[in-house]
C-alpha cells in the first residue's frame, strides 16, 4: 500500500488487516520501487497523487522492470487517469479515496483473485 499521506495509509492498512490481508505500507513511488526488488506482493494499493514519483511513473517503472503485479489506484481525482489506458498497463481499478474502505477491501480481493487466477 502506497500513499504519501500517514493518515491515509494507516486507516486503510488496518482495515485491511483486519481482512487478513498481510500489508506493507509505503510513502512514495521510490520507496515501494525498492522494496519490489525482493518483495512480490499479490497486489499493490498505489496513490496516484504524490511527491517524487507519482503514481503513473511509479507504475511505469514497475512495468519496465516486468512486474506484472496486479496495481489498485488510489485517487481524490475521479478524472486523474483514462481507465482504459490504466487497463492497459495493468491497473486492475481506479478506487477514488471519498469512498468507504469496504470498497478498498473489495477492490483489493478482486486483484489478489486476478492475480492468483493468472498464476494457475
Known amino acids: 500500500m502506497v500513499d504519501d499521506n500517514a493518515v491515509v495509509r494507516k486507516s486503510i492498512a488496518k482495515r485491511l488487516v483486519r481482512e487478513a490481508f498481510l500489508v506493507q505500507t509505503f510513502e512514495s513511488g521510490e520507496k515501494v520501487l525498492d522494496a519490489l526488488h525482493h518483495e512480490h506482493p499479490d497486489a499493490v494499493l498505489l496513490d496516484f497523487k504524490m511527491p517524487g514519483l507519482n503514481g503513473e511513473e511509479t507504475l511505469a517503472e514497475m512495468r519496465k522492470r ?48 486476478n492475480r492468483r487466477s493468472l498464476t494457475f
Request: proline fraction near 2%.
Open 66 to 113: 516486468g512486474l506484472t503485479v496486479p496495481v489498485v489506484i488510489l485517487t481524490a481525482y475521479s478524472d486523474v487517469m483514462d481507465v482504459s489506458k490504466s487497463q492497459y498497463q495493468g491497473v486492475v481499478s481506479l478506487v477514488t479515496k471519498s469512498l468507504e474502505l469496504e470498497d478498498v477491501v473489495s477492490v483489493a480481493k478482486e486483484a489478489i483473485t
